[in-house]
């Protein structure tokens, strides 16, 4: 069966049209993310959408830690996060922690950092993998700054959801890694630490959003069919997730 795809006839941009702004490219890969990536695939752009990606998350996340309410759900978080992965945390250790917390917001200002310093990051392992995978195992021939530049189009829905979520858990006082739109919140009669609460918990609604639309991308970019490229990193994503549940459960 040939490899052909219907994205070779779907809406290209003509040549001589200019490429959007930041702003209209963000709006068109949530609401048109077919039409926004033929312009996207034929003049690749990263450093702004990069930008933006990493501003949004750094604000959503970080902000609400300048308030008490905020850095007392991030250090609940943190404690979660350490005895997951079967770290123990002593009652002393908690209380030199709370009163660091409460002394500065150095957690805020280390939180918008991070994001500043990881979206980069994170997106340069995954473009990495990304083009090794399609040019030199599937005979693509992207440049790898297409390649990113795809991708970091595509994290503008991540960080949709960070700022969906923000809001949510401040009001909750609670912060949990990843969106409030995953499966987990449908069964809250589930034990927390078990693992089918685990693996609900991780199916995010927005993580699939994602998935789909970074499919749409690659899928224009290497003129593949969509669906395959979907099914593919939808298998890698289940693999994580129950990865997770399996080390975070107990």
């Known amino acids: 069966m040939s490899d ?18 930041l702003l209209s490219r963000a709006i068109g890969i949530i609401t048109s993310p077919t039409a926004m990536y033929a312009h996207v695939v034929r003049s690749p752009k990263v450093a702004g959408m990069m930008f933006l990606v990493a501003l949004l998350q750094a604000l959503a996340i970080g902000l609400p830690q300048f308030t008490e309410r ?3 759900a991030a250090l609940e978080l943190q404690v979660q996060s350490m005895e997951n992965f079967g770290m123990t945390v002593t009652d002393e250790a908690y209380q030199q922690m709370e009163q660091r917390s409460r002394s500065s917001n ?45 991708l970091v189009h595509s ?12 809001p ?6 609670v912060m949990q890694a990843g969106s409030v739109a995953n499966l ?18 991780a199916v995010d609604l927005f993580a699939i959003w994602w998935v789909v639309v970074l499919s749409i991308g690659l899928a224009i970019l290497f ?28």
Do not use: C, H
Not at 235 to 248: R, S, W
């Open 4 to 21: 052909a795809t219907p994205t070779t006839t779907m809406p290209s941009a003509a040549p001589s049209d200019s490429i959007p702004g």
């Open 70 to 72: 905020g850095r007392a």
């Open 106 to 150: 150095l957690g805020a200002y280390m939180a918008i950092v991070t994001q500043f310093a990881g979206v980069p990051f994170g997106a340069l392992i995954l473009t990495v993998i990304l083009w090794a995978v399609f040019n030199t195992m599937m005979g693509g021939t992207a440049t790898f700054k297409q390649v990113m530049s795809v």
């Open 155 to 166: 994290q503008i829905i991540t960080a949709l959801g960070t700022v969906f979520s923000a």
């Open 168 to 173: 949510i858990m401040y009001a909750r006082g």
């Open 184 to 201: 987990g919140a449908a069964f809250p009669m589930l034990d927390e630490s078990s693992f089918a609460a685990k693996v609900l918990g």
């Open 223 to 250: 003129k593949r069919k969509s669906a395959g490229i979907a099914t593919g990193l939808f298998v890698v994503y289940g693999a994580i997730v129950l990865a997770i549940a399996y080390f975070t459960s107990r």
